[in-house]
């Protein structure tokens, strides 16, 4: 004892949960997504996400994919390889719901957002979250798109423009991130409030940052540690923390796993209903100006 050799124990559980969420009732939520109807026909949530190369944005976009479909997807090309492949195109995607042509009412792009990693610049951000950015466009780490590019879009109709910002991070680094790419978040978050835009963080990779959730993904809110990490975040970046959502991404599995696919619903719900706030956030505000 006190040889400071020993291992730490692990911390323990807490005794009850600090966020309840119902794992016996997965598919009332799916169906709840299942179900969701923009306020208007054509109209759809347009989720944007940004974080660091291999935070788990296109694991999380094909998580999403796989549970909506029942079945795992590997759609949106989730890298093992962190350096020098990365999403640099501006894409979107699109999950088929029902027979083929018919799709889910909100749509997800992914950029990283990371300029000192040669990742994009926040005024790329920006201006894909005011709808400019065309689909295909490769971003350029060195230089904003100018408005004489062929791939800006002059005039953004309501589906180009974005209606909820997702910052995705993995809870491997969330407490290493460098004080730059914190501000970048605060930078992109103020100009998303500034634009009406509602933002939420999805906080990826939980299983291997904590052998506790490893173990069992229900302990999700019983790890301490993990809510302490949580709230390091929020307060650094100023999103609340019940906009802070902890999921595991479907990665080395090859079925879908119940209490995986609660965690997923959990955030998805919430991306979804922050994008109806939005859009009611515009309509209100288009009618006040007329
Ligand atoms: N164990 C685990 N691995 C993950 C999770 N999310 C992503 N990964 C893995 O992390 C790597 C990078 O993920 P990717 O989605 O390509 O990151 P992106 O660069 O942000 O699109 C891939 O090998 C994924 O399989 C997660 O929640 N848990
Ligand atoms: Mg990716």
Redesign the pocket.
């Known amino acids: 004892m006190g040889s400071g050799e020993s291992k730490p124990e692990p911390p323990p559980l807490l005794s009850k949960p600090w966020r309840e969420i119902d794992w016996r009732d997965k598919q009332r939520a799916l169906q709840s997504v299942r179900n969701y109807q923009p306020p208007a026909e054509d109209l759809q949530i347009r989720i944007l996400l940004h974080?660091s190369?291999?935070?788990?944005?296109?694991?999380f976009i094909n998580s999403v994919q796989s549970v909506l479909r029942d079945r795992m997807y590997t759609h949106a090309s989730?890298?093992?390889m962190f350096q020098g492949t990365?999403?640099k195109k501006y894409i979107t995607y699109k999950i088929q719901k029902g027979g083929p042509g018919t799709f889910y009412p909100f749509v997800f792009n992914?950029i990283?957002g990371l300029h000192s990693m040669g990742g994009v610049l926040a005024d790329d951000v920006k201006l894909a979250m005011k709808g400019h950015v065309k689909e295909g466009y490769t971003f350029n780490p060195h230089q904003k798109l100018s408005d004489d590019n062929l791939f800006y879009k002059r005039a953004p109709t309501a589906n180009d423009k974005v209606q909820v910002l997702v910052c995705?991070v993995s809870a491997e680094t969330i407490s290493q991130l460098p004080d730059d790419t914190l501000k970048m978040i605060r930078d992109i978050r103020k100009e998303a409030s500034d634009l009406g835009i509602p933002q939420v963080a999805v906080l990826?990779?939980?299983?291997?940052a904590c052998p506790e959730i490893k173990e069992d993904v229900k302990n999700v809110y019983k790890v301490d540690y993990l809510k302490e990490k949580m709230e390091e975040f929020s307060a650094a970046v100023g999103i609340p923390m019940n906009c802070i959502f902890p999921?595991?991404?479907y990665?080395e599995e090859i079925d879908l796993n119940s209490d995986v696919d609660s965690l997923i619903l959990s955030a998805l719900k919430h991306i979804i209903n922050c994008g109806e706030d939005c859009i009611s956030f515009k309509a209100y505000h288009s009618e006040l100006l007329g």
């Open positions: 974080g190369n291999g935070s788990g944005k296109s694991s989730a890298d093992n990365f999403t992914d990283m995705v990826t990779k939980i299983d291997k999921v595991k991404n990665s």
